[in-house]
Nanobody, 121 residues
């Protein structure tokens, strides 16, 4: 079955960096777009970044443009989220998602369990 396992979250000071990883299994990873969402306490879930199947097309929320980078390694069935210049408002649980097709215009059909990112001094 489809499994998405996130890792790399933790506590970091403002201005710091983290790299999230999502190891995927149970489907043909290279054929599907992937995304990262996040949800902060008391807030709605937010789409952070998406990447097409081949990795050449990406899309970001305005709140993270220029600071976050989504990438993927289709040989390792892994999608990454590099987060730089982190701010307290980036504090949230971050979820990895599989899209229904090759581009990020498709809906989401599977979610990982999430990894906590806390930005605080």
């Amino acid at each position: 079955q489809v499994q998405l396992v996130e890792s790399g979250g933790g506590l970091v000071q403002p201005g710091g960096s983290l790299r999230l990883s999502c190891a995927a299994s149970g489907f043909l990873f290279r054929a599907y777009a992937m995304s990262w969402y996040r949800q902060a306490p008391g807030k709605e879930r937010e789409l952070v970044a998406s990447i097409n199947d081949g990795g050449l097309g990406t899309k970001y929320a305005d709140s993270v443009k220029g600071r976050f980078t989504i990438s993927r390694d289709n040989a390792e069935n892994t999608v990454y989220l590099q987060m730089n210049n982190l701010k307290p408002e980036d504090t949230a649980v971050y979820f990895c998602n599989k899209r229904l097709g090759a581009t990020y215009y498709h809906g989401v059909d599977y979610w990982g369990q999430g990894t906590q990112v806390t930005v605080s001094s």
